[in-house]
């Protein structure tokens, strides 16, 4: 008979709650974080060298906003690991605040500041 092994996954009876919540932690921000990693690089190296030959010259000024989408996939890759923690120790009721406090927040400086509104009338 062999000897039972050690570790979380192998014997979840026996294992420490601290443990349990930090190995959960470590593998949604690694998978989180690596995915929108990996998008994030995509989006910022390889979509701009493939936009004009694809659509043509016509569409090459959306390449200059491509880096603020790689940068939003990091954010969202953030989020994505933040959410799954929360839900996981049973704090929904924080993120929905914190999701609806940041948003607030934006259209509130944004429908004060007025500053886009102009820039969405022009296409």
């Known amino acids: 008979m062999a000897a039972p092994t050690k570790g979380l996954r192998s014997n979840p009876q026996n294992a420490d709650p601290v443990t349990s919540i930090t190995a959960d932690l470590l593998a949604h921000f690694a998978g989180a974080l690596s995915v ?4 994030a690089v995509g ?15 016509r569409f ?7 880096p603020l989408f790689a940068v ?3 954010v969202k890759g953030l989020e994505i690991a933040m959410y799954r923690l929360l839900y ?15 948003s607030s927040t ?4 944004v429908g004060c500041s007025g500053d886009c509104l102009p820039h ?3 296409c």
């Open 120 to 122: 969405l009338s022009t």
């Open 43 to 57: 989006v910022f190296c390889l979509v701009p060298l493939v936009i004009p030959p694809l659509f043509g010259d």
């Open 106 to 109: 934006w259209i509130w400086r």
């Open 36 to 39: 929108s990693g990996v998008l």
């Open 72 to 74: 939003l996939a990091i």
């Open 88 to 102: 996981s120790v049973h704090k929904q009721t924080t993120y929905l605040w914190s999701v609806c406090r940041s």
């Open 60 to 66: 090459e000024p959306a390449t200059r906003l491509l």
